[in-house]
């Protein structure tokens, strides 16, 4: 069903607590600014937002992007031939394992988290594939009164350096080879607040993720764990969650100060190639 109370787009929500179809727009055309403006709004307002039968070459994926923000150039994903702001998510039909298979939110290790990523199919296997996202502002709105007050208190470590360091890549050299690289870069860590007061909205979210957080600030691993799971277990429940099926021309962006987001991998032998383009953000208080 259509969402009132907008004139130049139509925004179809894909479930009460995240994500919504976003029609009647061509990425590629004038995009004025009373249009940008509602999508922006649709944006913070749902956490992700969605198009479909989009064409846009690189520059134009490139300059929708850059209306959100700066862009950041990713450190560790292949980047496409002459656009280094763009990151290829790919896997080809021998690779066993996908990128960005388990829950997690772009960037948290860094001091100044990324604002948002715009991913663009260009390619996608006929079933499977889906990508999954979670709002973090509902689900903290669900907690206890009790737990939300020792939350707010409380800040946890993210680190890049279990994801993309040099480990990883001696697990399996042949499943990353092409795809991810610069093992040596992945020294990030930083701290932030486990509830952040959202920069545009106001609102609280849960900041933490499965993907990138460690510990909270002050206490072991061992001591975190339990916490830690519980939230994630908590935050992941379907109540909080929609799931968008790609076709190719679809695009998705989503804010990654108030979403987690995981591409199912359900598609042996068969080929996902992605453009992402991800938007620099602020430090978080």
């Not at 298979?101 to 296997?125: F, K």
């Not at 206890?144 to 800040?155: E, F, I, T, V």
């Not at 190639?273 to 978080?284: E, K, Q």
Request: glycine fraction near 8%; hydrophobic fraction near 35%; include cysteine.
């Amino acid at each position: 069903m259509t969402q009132p109370g907008y004139e130049t787009i139509d925004v179809r929500p894909l479930s009460p607590a995240v994500g919504a179809e976003i029609r009647g727009v061509d990425l590629a055309g004038d995009l004025g600014n009373a249009q940008f403006a509602e999508i922006r709004r649709a944006f913070h307002e749902h956490g992700a937002v969605f198009f479909r039968e989009q064409r846009l070459t690189p520059e134009q994926h490139v300059a929708f992007a850059r209306r959100f923000g700066p862009i950041n150039v990713n450190r560790f994903f292949q980047p496409v031939d002459g656009h280094p702001e763009i990151a290829e998510v790919r896997k080809e039909p021998h690779h066993k394992r996908n990128i960005g298979a388990g829950w997690h939110t772009d960037h948290s290790y860094d001091a100044a988290p990324a604002l948002g990523s715009m991913l663009y199919a260009h390619e996608v296997p006929d079933c499977g594939g889906d990508t999954l996202f979670a709002s973090m502002e509902a689900a903290f709105a669900a907690l206890s009164p009790r737990m939300q007050d020792m939350l707010r208190g409380m800040r946890a470590l993210h680190s890049s350096r279990h994801v993309f360091g040099a480990r990883r890549y001696q697990d399996e050299p042949q499943e990353y080879a092409g795809r991810l690289g610069n093992p040596e870069l992945a020294t990030q860590d930083a701290v932030h607040p486990v509830v952040i007061h959202h920069p545009q909205t106001g609102r609280e979210v849960l900041y933490v993720n499965p993907g990138f957080t460690v510990r909270f600030d002050g206490w072991t691993e061992a001591e975190s764990r339990p916490l830690l799971g519980f939230l994630y277990r908590h935050a992941a429940h379907p109540s909080f969650t929609c799931r968008f099926r790609w076709e190719v021309g679809s695009i998705a962006l989503w804010d990654n100060r108030s979403t987690w987001h995981m591409a199912l991998n359900d598609y042996p032998g068969k080929r996902r190639y992605m453009h992402r383009v991800t938007i620099d953000g602020s430090p978080l208080a």
